[in-house]
């Protein structure tokens, strides 16, 4: 299928080291964020999320940190596979209504 | 399990001529939503559904646009007299309940106007 994201920032990440994803997202009042996954032909897919009293969040072989100084959010995946190639997007919902927000995509490239 | 079916997956359309997508929530899923992502970017909100009311189409870009859950179940995402910068994938969400996260996406239907 047509790739996601043609033109987004791109990390390159050796096959089995770790990968980190960063993200600044836009309102101070949202209280929720997400990582979503979205391979090429497909719908984003949820990853991990953490709500905006945590700063630290840990899923299997993924790690969220949300820092609400700065207003920037991260995304940590542990000995990166093949399988993890896809476009990543942070996303925020605000504490009013249900609609998410979207940053910018990074799409992860795995190098054997 | 079923997930969020969308159809078509690929829609080619002339300039001027009016579109439909479908969007087959999660069965039980009161909450539903719609979102257009062009290419190379994000999803972006285009309207919300509770059941059947519409609470939110402000992310419409247009009054060709046009949504609708008349049961409360499957929607419809209209397009009419399309355009160009019509193009993108049109994402549909939905959700168990309001206020319900994460929401569940559907693959999308690819819109080309011609």
């Known amino acids: 299928g047509e790739s996601v994201g043609l033109h987004l920032p791109t990390l390159s990440v050796q096959e089995g080291d770790n990968s980190i994803i960063n993200c600044a997202y836009s309102?101070?009042?949202?209280?929720?964020f997400i990582w979503y996954k979205q391979e090429s032909g497909k719908g984003p897919q949820f990853i991990i999320d953490?709500?905006?009293?945590?700063d630290k969040r840990q899923g299997q072989r993924v790690t969220v940190l949300l820092n609400k100084t700065v207003k920037h959010l991260s995304l940590q995946i542990a000995a990166t596979q093949p399988g993890d190639s896809a476009v990543y997007f942070c996303?925020?919902?605000?504490?009013?209504?249900?609609?998410?927000?979207f940053g910018k995509g990074t799409r992860l490239h795995i190098l054997p | 399990g079923a997930g969020v079916s969308q159809s078509p997956r690929y829609k080619v359309a002339k300039r001027g001529q009016d579109v439909a997508l479908r969007c087959d929530p999660i069965s039980g899923h009161v909450s539903l939503f719609w979102y257009q992502q062009a290419l190379g970017q994000g999803p972006e909100f285009l309207t919300y559904f509770q059941n059947e009311a519409q609470l939110d189409k402000s992310g419409l870009p247009s009054d060709r646009f046009f949504a609708e859950r008349p049961e409360g179940s499957v929607s419809t995402l209209k397009i009419q007299r399309t355009q160009q910068e019509d193009s993108a994938v049109y994402l549909c969400?939905?959700?168990?309940?309001?206020?319900?996260?994460?929401?569940?996406f559907g693959d999308g239907t690819r819109l080309s106007i011609l």
């Open positions: 969400a939905s959700s168990l309940a309001r206020g319900d996260q994460p929401q569940h």
């Open positions: 996303a925020e919902v605000g504490n009013r209504d249900d609609k998410i927000i």
């Open positions: 309102n101070s009042a949202s209280d929720y």
């Open positions: 953490i709500r905006s009293n945590m």
